[in-house]
């Protein structure tokens, strides 16, 4: 964030600038005083100036004491050298520290002036003192509100998006119904023939349902319904109305052709009875036979048709399959699609 930023950029450098800026005010004091005393004290200013630029911990406590030192030392002799450090000293603190921190601190400082020169400086360095931080806090502030600004101006920029993403999904999906069920109820309509249409209907589900992925409901119990229907067995079907996912639908209708075609070319009965029934949210599908029969665990591994597409295709839609089958006493394949609680 800006504001983040900003303020850590400003509190980098508040402690180099004051460093630099109290040694260049003090090489301009030591040339203008012209004395031991005052080589003396540019050499201690640059000495401590390190803590500025280096210990950023140590930085105030250094601060502090210098200028009690120039303050003492030299008293009314450099007024402006004294003074120019003491309000530098001020101002970035401002910039580097809170309140909490600055605000005894500058008074302490303000103090020792007052004690040493008088009271006549008080008025300058506090109205700098104040500048500086409403200069902090203005930034601060600024630079908070472009922030706003900035989040603001991406929500509307996504939610623009979204809504274009929108618009654009809706307007393929209609036209895709257009293309399939529309046209599917009109061929119903008209008296097309009843296999004709349970084709196309299936056709369609298949469609609607490979479409962002299975987005979209359909009835399963009408669904599966078609498919026995396609089957070359006699199916008994006792189907409720379950909605689920159209995905979920396609996974379902796929793998009870397969478990049909199972039935038709290895249990020895052309007869099967496929039961569709809602169980809260979800789905409970049975297809059982009275035929041959079969041991599971015997299928060989290179045999795909239940584990494939049926088990996993299953899986693939978080619903489960189990098959049970005895030998002479047929084969019974539970599906199962809990929902979404």
């Known amino acids: 964030m800006l504001e983040t930023r900003l303020l850590a950029t400003v509190n980098r450098l508040a402690g180099p600038i004051r460093g630099a800026g109290v040694v260049l005010i003090s090489l301009f004091g030591a040339f203008s005083l012209g004395t031991a005393l005052g080589w003396g004290l540019f050499g201690f200013v640059a000495l401590t100036s390190v803590a500025d630029f280096r210990l950023p911990r140590a930085a105030l406590p250094v601060a502090f004491a210098r200028v009690v030192v120039l303050a003492v030392l030299l008293g009314t002799g450099a007024e402006q050298w004294v003074l120019t450090v003491l309000t530098t000293t001020l101002i970035t603190w401002q910039w580097q520290w809170p309140p909490r921190v600055t605000v005894p601190a500058t008074t302490g400082l303000l103090a020792v002036q007052v004690a040493v020169a008088g009271p006549d400086v008080l008025v300058r360095a506090v109205l700098e ?52 069920a529309a046209a599917t109820f009109l061929m119903a309509a008209h008296g097309g023939d ?30 599966l319904t078609s498919a026995a229907r396609d089957s070359a067995l006699a199916v008994r079907v006792s189907a409720e109305v379950v909605p689920v996912p159209a995905g979920v639908a396609l996974a379902f209708v ?81 599906l199962v699609w809990p929902a979404d609680d």
Request: charged share 35%.
């Open 194 to 223: 009843p296999a004709a249409v349970a084709a196309q209907a299936r056709r369609d589900l298949v469609v609607l349902a490979e479409r962002d992925g299975g987005q979209g409901t359909a009835d399963l119990g009408a669904a």
């Open 254 to 334: 796929r793998a009870v052709r397969e478990l049909l075609a199972n039935v038709e070319r290895h249990a020895g009965t052309s007869e099967a009875e496929l039961t569709v029934v809602r169980d809260g949210r979800g789905a409970v599908v049975v297809l059982r036979d009275h035929g041959r029969g079969f041991v599971p665990r015997d299928v060989p591994d290179h045999r795909r048709g239940l584990r494939g597409s049926v088990v996993e295709r299953l899986r693939a839609a978080e619903a489960s399959a189990v098959v049970e089958s005895v030998p002479s006493r047929g084969t019974t394949a539970r």
């Open 129 to 180: 003192v104040v500048l500086a931080r409403l200069a902090y806090e203005l930034l601060r502030r600024s630079s908070r509100r472009v922030d706003v600004l900035r989040e603001r101006a991406a929500e509307q920029t996504r939610a623009a998006a979204v809504a274009l993403d929108r618009g654009r999904r809706e307007r393929e999906y209609l036209a895709l119904l257009h293309d399939t």
